[in-house]
């Protein structure tokens, strides 16, 4: 900024010298010129400081904005991951099912031991699969509530 007026006095030297004298109002010793630039570069600095203000909080709101989109991606990835693991269990527990009906369930698998099944026990691994089938529904079911 160059020199204004007649005392040579620039802006700067002129809104410190406001600052200064704040309290007692105008400045008498300046020109009304010099009021008028003193005035005119304060509403200037405050505008930049709202400006600035307005910047910030639109830039915050294009992150959260951003990083809603982020999330509802990831969502819809999980969703995709839990339908998959359901159809996987589904066909699993059907093959299960077809396999216990199969052979009758009497060859004594781990999974008729693990029942606690005699050899004797008919479709025990069909009704394993089945509820480890189920349980990997439900689960999925409360991984799909918690998600939404």
Same mark, same amino acid.
């Not at 300046?30 to 930049?48: D, H, M, N, P, W």
């Given at each position: 900024?160059?020199?204004?007026g007649r005392?040579?006095?620039?802006?700067?030297?002129? &809104?410190?010298?406001?600052?200064?004298?704040?309290?007692?109002?105008?400045?008498?010793?300046?020109? +009304? +010129?010099?009021?008028?630039?003193?005035?005119?570069?304060?509403?200037?600095? $405050?505008?930049? #400081?709202?400006?600035?203000?307005?910047?910030?909080?639109?830039?915050?709101?294009?992150?959260?904005?951003? +990083?809603?989109?982020? $999330?509802?991606? %990831?969502? %819809?990835? &999980?969703?995709?991951?839990?339908?998959?693991?359901?159809?996987?269990?589904?066909?699993?527990? #059907?093959e299960a099912?077809? $396999?216990?009906?199969?052979?009758?369930?009497?060859?004594?698998?781990? #999974?008729?031991?693990?029942?606690?099944?005699?050899?004797?026990?008919?479709?025990?691994?069909?009704?394993?699969?089945?509820t480890s089938?189920?349980?990997?529904?439900?689960?999925?079911?409360?991984?799909?509530?918690?998600?939404?």
């Amino acid at each position: 900024a160059g020199s204004i007026g007649r005392g040579g006095f620039t802006i700067d030297s002129l &809104l410190q010298a406001q600052s200064r004298e704040a309290s007692s109002g105008p400045l008498p010793w300046l020109t +009304k +010129k010099e009021q008028q630039l003193v005035s005119f570069e304060r509403a200037a600095a $405050a505008e930049r #400081e709202s400006f600035a203000a307005s910047s910030a909080r639109a830039e915050a709101e294009a992150r959260s904005v951003s +990083k809603l989109e982020v $999330a509802r991606h %990831e969502v %819809e990835a &999980l969703r995709l991951r839990v339908t998959e693991a359901e159809e996987r269990a589904a066909r699993a527990s #059907e093959e299960a099912t077809r $396999a216990g009906r199969s052979d009758g369930g009497c060859d004594g698998a781990p #999974e008729s031991s693990a029942l606690g099944a005699d050899s004797g026990n008919s479709g025990s691994a069909s009704r394993l699969s089945g509820t480890s089938g189920t349980s990997a529904s439900v689960s999925g079911a409360a991984a799909r509530s918690a998600i939404t």
